[in-house]
DNA sequence: ATTATCTATAGATCTATAGATAATGC
DNA sequence: ATTATCTATAGATCTATAGATAATGC
């Protein structure tokens, strides 16, 4: 499926805009509020759209809060997901992802909040990260590179240490974020069965930039 | 400090349970919506408690789910401390902790989902079970039993697969809690540094009941 | 001509409080 | 006599919609 087909008309784009500036304005509050309790009236003036129109978009906010996480977790993804295009080895696309995301923390702050809020239902979702990531760990196990039974339960324990990487981010911003990523990584690399002296060398490698 | 002095007479004591019942509905709301939009009314209601008695307790409906989710997150930590009383090797203790929180998605269902829900952010608490796990780890690293350079970035790699388990018991009921659970824990020993096979025994040891 | 947006508003719902009622302490 | 609870309600706020306005397609 092709990630949503540019739209033709100005019709379109303008309809499309007005959706997207609602979509913004949630992410906005999620990230600073953490809830969903604002008004649509609220939610409508921070997008700056007529309140009217969210009618023609969302049939209610739970709608409309779904939509907005979505749209963050599937950017966070792509962000990700971009930086390690030419990475083959699981176990540094597993530090490298780690790596990036506590970066993430500076340069993309509101990402990030929403990340550590709602992140974790989302582990197993079938969008966002959560399925190249199964990917990664199921090429690793076959191939030995990784020693685990499941890697759904793998899923489980990667994802799990990445939310708290990003809730530590978040609640100690005096630590070294880069080292803290880079020393959970290695663990979470001892944890899937890469020898130590390995897991640590993988995850001190030279990282791209990010945004 | 005492767990609150039980209450003398039976004015104080019918207070206390007033405030305790509007306390109950708004873990039970908390547990089923995961939001926290329901109206004072409602919460009143399902208290069975009138309306007006609600702000003899708290001033806002943010005071009231705070007190809910700390309730939630100290039952917790008490549960679990219990079973764990007589154990002193420091893997063990984070074993047990693992297997004793994946039966309670059995067994207490509703403190289940506010773990789920609002955990994370309480990884680094002074309360509820997070000090207590970093001591232990604290003390594992000490004694040579665990391998890890930094307690505070091991207690968010624990506490953080911790949640996944919550995340995954409550996701795939259909998996097998108590062999996940063990399987994870014997991971996150892995990542502190203890042999795979070390890992494993000490994740089959036999458990205490929880309730 | 069509379609999305915007403004205005009716009706519902919610919060916070005032005053009456019930329960207990001393 | 004191204190918490309960009922009733005023005023504020919110949702959802109806109808007017503005922008574009063909």
Redesign the interface.
């Known amino acids: 499926m092709p990630t949503s087909a540019p739209p033709k008309n100005r019709f379109e784009r303008r309809r499309a805009e007005t959706r997207h500036a609602l979509v913004r304005a949630a992410r906005q509050i999620l990230a600073e509020t953490g809830?969903?309790?604002a008004s649509i009236q609220t939610i409508a003036e921070r997008a700056d759209v007529g309140f009217g129109s969210f009618y023609n978009h969302f049939e209610s906010k739970t709608e409309l809060f779904d939509a907005a996480v979505t749209d963050a977790l599937e950017e966070f993804g792509q962000l990700i997901d971009e930086r390690v295009d030419g990475i083959d080895d699981p176990a540094e696309l597993i530090a490298a992802g780690f790596r990036l995301t506590a970066r993430m923390a500076d340069s993309h702050p509101e990402l990030t909040r929403i990340l550590?809020?709602r992140g974790?239902?989302y582990?197993?979702s079938d969008r966002g990260l959560a399925p190249r990531a199964l990917r990664d760990l199921e090429i690793g196990i076959a191939s030995g590179r990784f020693?685990?039974?499941?890697a759904?339960?793998?899923l489980?324990?990667v994802?799990?240490?990445?939310?708290?990487?990003v809730?530590?981010r978040i609640?100690?911003p005096d630590?070294d974020g880069d080292e803290?990523a880079s020393?959970?990584a290695a663990?979470?690399l001892?944890?899937?069965?890469v020898p130590?002296d390995d897991a640590h060398e993988v995850t001190r490698r030279p990282l791209p930039d990010l945004g």
């Not at 020693?147 to 499941?150: L, R």
């Not at 001892?190 to 069965?193: E, H, K, N, S």
């Open positions: 809830d969903t309790s550590r809020d974790l239902a582990i197993h020693d685990c039974a499941d759904t339960t793998a489980s324990a994802g799990g240490t990445l939310m708290s990487l809730a530590l609640a100690r630590l803290a020393d959970l663990m979470v001892r944890m899937l069965g130590s």
